[in-house]
């Protein structure tokens, strides 16, 4: 709570000071991004093939047309993604069929007009969540009074378990760069030393949207509260964190970093990178009504 | 200037700090991802930092016998009212992102102290 405090002063204070200004960047070459983070979940998955653009351009990105994509897994199974509108590509599994199971490795496979695109990655285990605790408060300092959740799920022993926890709140994933929730082991970064252990209180308390300032947000009753565990390569973790830390830089006033670019797992033989990352998960979830 | 007046004034000027500028962004499910193509750090300088300050000190008149001695004393902190960058940063807006709609970047320029600052200070001491 302490915590939150300071940083509602320094948001207040600070942002005072804080005007979005007019700068001109350097333009970049246009470059491939892969967005491919797929499930095993029984529903059809998506990569989505788009056009790097500039940086103050607010505009759709444009899709990549034509494109050959697959998923080869090491046990065999190839899994062709259809072309469908603005640069996603979709495969749809039958029913109760997925992509594979935890501990299997998968090569993702594009060709884009000629040039190879390839990436790696494994599907890690995943803890099952426990449940999900209701709580009314109130006369809390900074949050209005009402329901607030938090998810129950304890972290497997041994060291390096990577993880993306994600709420929707009735079927829409909370995505504000306030709410991206991401664990190593049950913590939040590798040299928490805290493995094996149910995660810690930050974390589950992100299972609560925020608003604008980043503050938590009271649930109302017959709202539908859903949590899934997605599990990451460590690949994919340190490739979200350093992301993390740029989309939260708005919040940390006089603290806020200068760039740095994810590094993400995507390899190919043109001359021009390829940008973004391949990341296979196996989710755990669990769904509740609040009262 | 006068017997019981003295006036003061201070400039600085101080080059921008060298930072690291976006070139391009993309997207990976659904959060914008700011990128920097060249892979160089520092590739620019923010603006200049200036600051005029000026001062005026007031004397009390001097009578003889008086134990103490005291002045007023006027300045102003950034007369040129200038928002001096401290960094200048970008981000994503923190709205909740909606499927399949634009989500705007911006870049931010922080100052931490963004206004002049008048105040007036009393001295005094004893003889």
Known sequence: MKKLLLYTFLIGFLSSCEDPIDVTLESGPTQFVVDAWITNESKPQTIKLTYSQDYLDSAIASGVAGASVEIQSDNGNIFLFSENADGNYIWTPGPGESIGDIGDNYTLNIDINGEKITAQSSMNRVPVIDSIFQEFRDDEVFLDDGIYCQFFSRDFIGKGDTYWIKTFKNDTFLNRPFELNIAYDAAFDSGSEVDGLIFITPIREFANPTDDDGIPEPWMPGEKIRVEIHSMTNASFDYMETLRDQLLNGSNGIFAEPLANPNGNIETTGDIDVLGQFNVAAVSSIEEIIR | ?127
């Open chain 2, 1 to 127: 200037m006068t017997k019981r007046w003295t006036f003061s004034s201070t400039f600085s000027a101080i080059s921008g700090t060298p930072t690291t500028f976006p070139t391009t962004r993309y997207e990976q499910q659904g959060y914008i991802v700011p990128h920097n193509a060249f892979n160089t750090r520092n590739n620019v300088r923010i603006p200049m930092y200036y600051r005029w300050d000026i001062g005026a000190t007031l004397k009390n008149k001097e009578k003889p016998g008086k134990k103490w001695s005291g002045e007023w004393v006027f300045s102003v902190y950034n007369v040129l009212n200038r928002r001096n960058p401290f960094s200048i940063f970008f981000r994503q807006a923190n709205e909740r992102a909606i499927a399949g709609e634009p989500v705007n970047t911006e870049a931010l320029r922080l100052s931490v102290i963004g206004n002049f600052i008048p105040s007036v200070s009393y001295n005094f001491k004893f003889n």
